[in-house]
């Protein structure tokens, strides 16, 4: 029996076009969530890096291997906390000690201190807030829609990368079907299965590799 197979430890394809101008932007101390229809579905926090056709970088890594059962479903946003270190109050606080420093400025100049040079187009952007607005003449609730895109920058998930971009195969050779000390088939005498084949996946961090060369030793040890 073989589990259904699908890529995992992979990378996301997102739908919005302005993934695109954040190509090889990487980002540090951010935090993640899953949703499907309001409901999460994951979270985690560290590093994440855009591409061309969307995210890579650990934190998404790990969490294609976490939404796998929900894929079918559509309907996947991911959801990316900025700032996660300070809360809405305190963000909203750091927002306006910058909007003082840089009150001669318009919006557009005035996020350096904040954000990375090639996220702020994209931010200003989604804020709804003229780029060539004066800092001083920004509105509180402007300053709101702000806020909620720092905390909650979504985009949609249309699909997982393919098989040559991941890390490990989800799904394979059903491990019921398997002795879990020789690796031989319990069906089929003088049949082992070892590595990748076998529906057995972890994490990053050296775990697959582990379960390869264990499996592998396992079964060069019971050959007869």
């Given amino acids: 029996k073989v589990t259904a197979t699908s890529p995992s430890l992979v990378p996301f394809n997102i739908k919005e076009e302005w993934i695109k101008e954040l190509q090889c932007l990487s980002l540090r101390n951010i935090s993640i969530r899953i949703l499907q229809k309001g409901k999460e579905r994951y979270s985690d926090f560290g590093e994440m890096l855009f591409t061309h056709y969307g995210v890579s970088g ?3 890594l790990s969490a294609s291997r976490a939404v796998i059962p929900f894929l079918a479903k559509k ?7 900025l700032k996660p270190a ?3 109050e305190q963000l909203d606080k750091r927002i306006l000690r910058d909007f003082e420093l840089y009150k001669q400025k318009q919006f557009k100049n005035s996020l350096d201190d904040l954000l990375p040079k090639k996220l702020i187009p994209v931010i200003i952007d989604l804020s709804g807030i003229s780029p060539e607005k004066k800092v ?5 609730g402007e300053r709101a829609s702000l806020l909620h895109v720092l905390k909650n920058l979504t985009c949609s998930i249309v699909g997982l990368r393919d098989y040559n971009e991941a890390v490990i195969t989800c ?6 079907e ?8 319990k069906l089929i005498s003088n ?3 070892a590595g990748e084949v076998i529906d057995v996946d972890a994490l990053t961090g ?10 592998a030793y396992a079964t060069a040890s019971n050959l007869h």
């Avoid at 398997?178 to 088939?185: L, V």
């Fill in 58 to 60: 650990p934190v998404i």
């Fill in 75 to 81: 309907d996947l946003t991911l959801s990316i906390d």
């Fill in 86 to 88: 300070l809360d809405l």
């Fill in 136 to 140: 001083t003449e920004i509105t509180k």
């Fill in 171 to 176: 799904g394979g050779v059903d491990v019921k």
């Fill in 178 to 185: 398997i002795n879990p000390s020789t690796m031989e088939s």
């Fill in 191 to 193: 049949v082992f299965f």
């Fill in 206 to 215: 050296g775990f697959n590799l582990q379960v390869a060369w264990s499996t």
